[in-house]
């Protein structure tokens, strides 16, 4: 079966690789692609965003599966687009319909679906410029830090946690009156800060019936320490530490299971991953928000640890049989640590040649991100340009490699946090 991977980060650089290994795989596509996904399977110069040419690519080459990377596509409905086709709508796709995309593409549909389901989450309110003085007024009266949102899809970059008013008044003017993320902050969510420790939990799900996937944990700010500003992610760590048999309990009582139920009460036809952001607060979990794909880096930690053939999951999706399923995991812990341009998440230069790869240890794997090939050289074109994942017995050896690998690559500014898992090493495992 030809399979067709949307998507051109680390993510979908790991998503073809863990395909590849499948013997019921025989051809994986990736469109578009980077240098390093062109090693497990075939570079489509195809525009993500033109459905139309995606469907007629998919037609061409035979493609019976497509796994959705960017939550943008499935935002804009590439399901709801191949599933209204007479000659597409045999294809599977790994990725929700556009009704169900509303989970992550607006946080003011995922608050209500979370707070109609009593789902545990933060206490918040919607404003919009229409409703500017208001959203003021309501923010004299949170307690600080709280939580500044745009409500649609800003790259990861759309939340502010503002430690005091003058902080959240510049946030909230930036986006609801100077339309710092365009149309996603035409909306804004005020939510109340939770102290805990943050968790990534992935399913995959057809609405009814799931498969737990294997827990990590996301660093977003660009500086060491948690400091600066949020990214689409500096580095991650799986398995949590924290994420005990009894607390994974409640996250599947408590917030799994209501979350199907809740899919199916409001009619929202899903069927692939979910990503469920927690807050661990005094043992309990809150969800912070939705992502209807797989995360990134995340990924790159995530699926290094899973055994089973991932086509075959897909299957096992596909003919509703996700609850006989047994995934198979690697209990070591896989780090994962992102080589990024100077200056990202703002200005950042592109086009600078990349040395090192060849150095990288045996057994570290490298995921590219924001790599193309031109004139034999390997030169950088995003802001996350690599993710290097090792394994190991404990998440200080598996750091150990990861860092040395992530030493070993270089270009003009390339800068990495080295402080990975710095808050995890506090916890007793």
Aim: charged letters at 25%.
């Amino acid at each position: 079966m030809n399979v067709l991977v949307i998507g051109s980060g680390g993510r979908e650089h790991a998503i073809a690789w863990k395909l590849s290994q499948s013997e019921f795989c025989d051809k994986v596509f990736v469109a578009p692609g980077n240098a390093g996904t062109a090693k497990f399977g075939t570079t489509a110069a195809v525009d993500i965003h033109d459905f139309e040419e995606l469907g007629k690519f998919a037609a061409d080459f035979n493609i019976m599966m497509v796994v959705v990377g960017p939550e943008n596509s499935l935002v804009e409905g590439i399901h709801d687009y191949f599933q209204s086709s007479e000659y597409l709508k045999h294809i599977l796709v790994i990725g929700p319909k556009k009704a169900g995309a509303m989970l992550e593409g607006s946080k003011d549909f995922c608050k209500a679906f979370l707070q109609r389901h009593n789902i545990p989450t933060a206490r918040y309110k919607t404003f919009t410029e229409a409703t500017f003085k208001d959203a003021v007024e309501y923010l004299k009266t949170q307690s600080y830090p709280t939580v500044i949102k745009a409500d649609g899809l800003a790259a990861g970059k759309g939340v502010i946690i503002a430690q005091d008013y003058e902080e959240a008044f510049d946030a909230l003017d930036a986006m609801l009156r100077n339309k710092r993320f365009g149309n996603a902050s035409s909306k804004v969510v005020i939510e109340e800060y939770l102290q805990g420790i943050e968790l990534s939990v992935f399913i995959l799900t057809d609405g009814k019936d799931y498969v737990l996937l294997p827990e990590a944990k996301d660093y977003k700010r660009i500086g060491e320490g948690d400091t600066g500003l949020n990214t689409g992610g500096m580095g991650a760590i799986s398995p949590v530490p924290f994420a005990s048999e009894a607390f994974m309990q409640k996250v599947k009582e408590r917030v799994i299971e209501p979350t199907l139920r809740g899919m199916q009460a409001d009619q929202l036809d899903y069927t692939g991953f979910l990503f469920i952001g927690l807050m661990n607060v005094n043992g309990d979990p809150y969800v912070i928000e939705y992502n209807v794909r797989l995360g990134d880096p995340e990924t790159e930690a995530i699926l290094p640890r899973i055994k089973s053939d991932l086509f075959m999951l897909f299957k096992a999706l596909h003919e509703h049989k996700l609850g006989e399923f047994e995934l198979e995991i690697d209990p070591r812990t896989a780090t994962t640590v992102i080589l990024a341009s100077g200056g990202y998440p703002e200005g950042y230069e592109k086009g600078k040649e990349i040395s090192g790869l060849e150095n990288v240890p045996e057994g570290v794997l490298v995921f590219h991100a924001g790599t193309k090939q031109l004139n034999g050289k390997l030169l950088n074109t995003g802001g996350r340009v690599f993710a290097v994942t090792a394994l190991g017995d404990t998440m200080e050896q598996a750091l150990e490699k990861a860092n040395a690998a992530a030493e070993a690559i270089t270009w003009q500014d390339r800068y990495y946090r080295r402080d990975i898992g710095f808050d995890l090493r506090k916890l007793s495992v």
